[in-house]
């Protein structure tokens, strides 16, 4: 089965991730198109299910798979499709931010008229190499404050990668 991965990614996180998801649909022998969208323009490649992964920044998704999701999405809606969101807030319990994770969710869809056949949460990652100045004193607050020990040099990754594989699997199986 064609099964385009569309991402869009800040710091790279999403980037391995949607890697991630791509290689683990090759080894069951699907076809998956991994596609890096950067500004939204892009053209969506045929397809019979389609994976559709951003991350937070600010309580929002990047604004260019927003533009890639309204712009295709009759032809998405037609389809099997998974949304994979990633954040840190989805890395922690705070029922707080869940919602808030729920309502970025939620907004997305409304004003894309994308309605994704499942919504995933993915707990992503502090990448401190990739900030500048500024971002590297906030997230390195944001670590502090939810206690969390950081190589402020380096990354912490809390993407749980064998879930995400088994929902990938159960994604495939469901579109086939
Ligand atoms: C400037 C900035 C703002 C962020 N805002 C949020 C946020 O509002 N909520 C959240 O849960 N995570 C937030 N994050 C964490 C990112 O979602 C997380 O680091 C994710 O792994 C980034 O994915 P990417 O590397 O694909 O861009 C933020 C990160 C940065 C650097």
Redesign the pocket.
């Known amino acids: 089965m064609d099964i385009l991965i569309a991402y869009?990614?800040?710091?790279?996180?999403?980037?391995k991730?949607a890697r991630f998801c791509a290689d683990r649909l090759a080894a069951q022998g699907h076809e998956p198109h991994l596609l890096h969208v950067e500004h939204g323009g892009e053209d969506m490649p045929d397809c019979a299910a389609a994976i559709l992964a951003a991350?937070?920044?600010?309580?929002k998704y990047?604004a260019a798979l927003e533009s890639f999701a309204l712009r295709h999405a009759p032809r998405l809606n037609a389809r099997p499709t998974l949304l994979l969101a990633?954040?840190?807030?989805?890395a922690g319990e705070d029922a707080d931010?869940w919602q808030?994770?729920a309502r970025i969710a939620e907004g997305f869809q409304a004003r894309t008229g994308w309605r994704a056949g499942q919504v995933a949460q993915v707990a992503?990652?502090?990448?401190f190499s990739?900030?500048d100045f500024f971002?590297r004193l906030?997230?390195r607050w944001i670590a502090h404050q939810k206690g969390q020990q950081v190589d402020p040099q380096g990354e912490r990754e809390y993407t749980d990668w064998a879930a995400l594989g088994a929902l990938v699997d159960e994604f495939a199986a469901q579109a086939a």
């Open positions: 869009a990614t800040t710091e790279g996180q999403t980037g991730i991350s937070v920044h600010i309580g990047q990633v954040s840190l807030a989805a931010e808030d994770l992503g990652a502090f990448r990739q900030y971002r906030a997230m």
